[in-house]
Each structure stands twice: as C-alpha cells, then as structure tokens.
T-cell receptor, first 116, second 115 residues
C-alpha cells in the first residue's frame, strides 16, 4: 500500500521567501507529526496533529513556522520569510492511533529545503 | 540540552560480525525506546522497539537491550550484513505530560558493514 508521501522532494529558495511543504499521510492514519533534520543533527520534533487539530505545537522554532491539516489527511507546513538556518530536511510521519508513545510512526522521504 | 545521545557518529564492522550501537538518555520519564534505520534520500524506517518495563527485545538478527539504571540502551545486529549499512537513530518517547508520542531522536550512528 502507499506510504507517506511528501512534496516537493527538494526545494531551493531565496532568503526572505515563503515556502510550503506538503505531506500526504497513510490513508486512515489519525496522528501526523512534522520533524526536521538539520545538517549533523538528529530529527527535531516540530508539531503534532490529532485529526485536524494540533494539540502540541511546542517544537515550532519561531512564529514564522505554521502548519495546518485539512480533512484529517493532508498537512502543509509553511515557513514564512525563510532564513538560512531553516535549511534542513523536513520529515513527516503518521501513525494509526492517537499519539501514544507505543505507536509506530511511519516516515515519508522528506523535503530537502535549501535557503540561499 | 540533548535528551538522547548517540556518542558514536560512525561504526565500521566486518560482514558476519556483531554490530553494537549505543544510546544514552537523560530523561527518566521516557517509557518507550525505538531504533530507526535510514538510507540516503529515504525517510527513517522503524526497526525495533522496547518498553521501559522490559530489558530485552529480540527480532531476528536485531536485539535491543535496555539498562534503565544506567539510562542506556543498545542495538545488537548479529550477524551483520552489507545491507545493514545505514544510519541508525535511537529515539525515545513518553506519554507523560501529554507529549502525545512525539519522538526525541539522537543524532544517529552511521553503520558500515564491509564484505
């Protein structure tokens, strides 16, 4: 069956521009997570969705970052006025349950964002 | 401050031998630990996990050991195969404090298995 998909796979943008990253979770998965991996770092949690609501936005690094999820499915991560330090691989994951620590998360291939 | 630490950025092992990847954590509220494997240009894939109430979980060639008193876990791969060459991430999770299962990852260890 189809896994988690993300688009675009690569995005190069100029500093100060806005970008939108898209995630299509596995069909029927309730929980959706965004992470990012900066160069030489581990994956860093950004935001969690349960259905369409985001009870945990604690990982968003600044107010330039926002995310939404519609129809309990597709999610979009938006970064406004991008900075060079935003350059990273942005990964999306989904899981079938409601955000328990024991639920396996299935990751997409990621979007590599480069801010020039 | 890193809550999950993988102090070895890389490890090289001969095919057929044992690979041991280590991970340390600082948060005593973590109750679930996972290992993910990542190939270049792909997302991480779940490998094996262990609950904090256990000290060992085995799945084929992969075994994870948990030492709660030392806040240490390790992943053993026996025998190692060239296809195991990848970056391995240790991750931890907790339901405490309403964290909703988000994973805290280490920086990863790049394993190279040489034929």
């Amino acid at each position: 069956g189809a896994g988690v998909s993300q688009s675009p796979s690569n995005k190069v943008t100029e500093k100060g521009k806005d970008v939108e990253l898209r995630c299509d979770p596995i069909s029927g998965h309730t929980a959706l997570y965004w992470y990012r991996q900066s160069l030489g770092q581990g994956l860093e949690f950004l935001i969690y969705f349960q259905g369409n609501s985001a009870p945990d936005k604690s990982g968003l690094p600044s107010d330039r970052f926002s995310a939404e999820r519609t129809g309990g499915s597709v999610s979009t991560l938006t970064i406004q006025r991008t900075q060079q330090e935003d350059s990273a691989v942005y990964l999306c994951a989904s899981s079938p349950q409601l955000g328990r620590s024991t639920d396996t998360q299935y990751f997409g291939p990621g979007t590599r964002l480069t801010v020039l | 401050d890193q809550q999950v630490k993988q102090n070895s950025p890389s490890l090289s092992v001969q095919e057929g031998r044992i690979s041991i990847l280590n991970c340390d954590y600082t948060n005593s509220m973590f109750d679930y630990f996972l290992w993910y494997k990542k190939y270049p240009a792909e997302g991480p894939t779940f490998l094996i996990s262990i609950s904090s109430i256990k000290d060992k979980n085995e799945d084929g060639r992969f075994t994870v050991f948990l030492n709660k008193s030392a806040k240490h876990l390790s992943l053993h791969i026996v025998p190692s195969q060239p296809g195991d060459s990848a970056v391995y991430f240790c991750a931890a999770s907790t339901d405490y404090g309403g964290s909703q299962g988000n994973l805290i990852f280490g920086k990863g260890t790049k394993l190279s298995v040489k034929p």
